[in-house]
C-alpha cells in the first residue's frame, strides 16, 4: 500500500493516554472501554460494580452520588489521567407533575454534580500535562426534550453549559470539551423503560429517519474520535449520534 495513504491515518492513536470511562460497566461504557484499548490508550473503568470483570482492563469502584468516593477514586488514579469520559447516568421517566423528588436529588448527584466534582479533581493534572480530553455523554432528550424525563433532560442539559464553559477556560492549555448525545439506543436501560411501555421501541423506531435503533458501538465511535489527536480543532461542540432524528 502507498505509505503516503497510510499517513491520511495519522493522529488516530492513544499510545500512552490514560483515560477514565465513568460508568464504564454499562452497555455503552464497555463498548466506549473496547474502542479507547484498541486505540492504544490504558483504560480506567469507573463503576458501583464490575458486570464482566474478566473482559475490564483496570476496574476501579466509584459511586458519583459519593463525594468522599470520587475524592478517594481520584487519588487512586493517580496524576497520569488525561482523558475523561462522563458516561454514566440515571433516568427516572415519570410526568413532572407527579414526579419524585428524592428522584430529582439522585439525578443531579449522579448526572451532574459528579461530573463537576470529579472533573474538578483530574482537570489540574491535565493542565500540568499540557494535553486533555474532556468527553460529556448527555442525552438527545436534553437536547431536545423528552417527555416524561424532564429532571433527566434538566440534569443533563447542565452538562452542555459546563462544558462549554470549560472548552473556553482550558483550551490555552491543550484540553478539549466536547458533548456527546446518543439518541433511542438499544441498550439494557431503554430495554428496561420499554417494559413498562409495551410498543415503546417500535414507537421510537419509526420516528427515525436511519429507521433503526442506535447502538453503543454507534456513540463509542464518535466519543473515540474526540479523544484521538486528529478531533484537537474540535471543542466545545455538542453532537448527536440518533440516526437523524436531531439535525442541528
Not at 29 to 48: E, M, P, S
Not at 142 to 159: C, D, F, N, P, V
Amino acid at each position: 500500500m502507498d505509505g503516503s495513504r497510510l499517513g491520511l491515518m495519522d493522529g488516530l492513536r492513544l499510545d500512552g493516554h490514560t483515560a477514565v470511562v465513568t460508568g464504564g460497566a454499562g452497555a455503552i461504557g464497555t463498548a466506549i472501554t473496547r474502542d479507547l484499548t484498541a486505540l492504544g490508550a490504558q483504560v480506567i473503568v469507573a463503576d458501583l460494580t464490575p458486570t464482566a470483570p474478566d473482559l475490564m482492563p483496570r476496574f476501579l469502584p466509584l459511586d458519583l452520588r459519593d463525594p468522599d468516593s470520587i475524592e478517594h477514586f481520584c487519588a487512586q488514579t493517580g496524576e497520569g489521567v488525561d482523558i475523561l469520559i462522563h458516561n454514566a447516568g440515571v433516568s427516572v421517566v415519570e410526568p413532572f407533575a407527579t414526579s419524585d423528588p428524592a428522584a430529582w436529588d439522585l439525578m443531579w448527584q449522579v448526572n451532574l454534580r459528579g461530573p463537576m466534582l470529579l472533573t474538578k479533581l483530574l482537570l489540574p493534572s491535565m493542565t500540568r500535562r499540557g494535553w486533555g480530553r474532556l468527553v460529556f455523554i448527555s442525552s438527545d432528550g436534553a437536547r431536545a426534550g423528552s417527555g416524561g424525563e424532564g429532571a433527566y433532560a434538566a440534569t443533563k442539559a447542565g452538562l452542555f453549559g459546563l462544558a462549554k464553559s470549560l472548552a473556553r477556560e482550558v483550551a490555552r492549555d491543550g484540553i478539549t470539551a466536547n458533548v456527546v448525545c446518543p439518541g433511542p439506543t438499544d441498550t439494557p436501560m431503554l430495554r428496561r423503560v420499554s417494559d413498562q411501555h409495551p410498543g415503546l421501541v417500535d414507537k421510537l423506531t419509526r420516528t427515525i429517519p436511519l429507521r433503526r435503533l442506535g447502538t453503543p458501538e454507534d456513540v463509542a465511535g464518535l466519543v473515540a474520535y474526540l479523544c484521538t489527536p486528529r478531533a484537537a480543532y474540535i471543542t466545545g461542540q455538542t453532537l448527536s449520534v440518533s440516526g437523524g432524528v436531531t439535525m442541528q
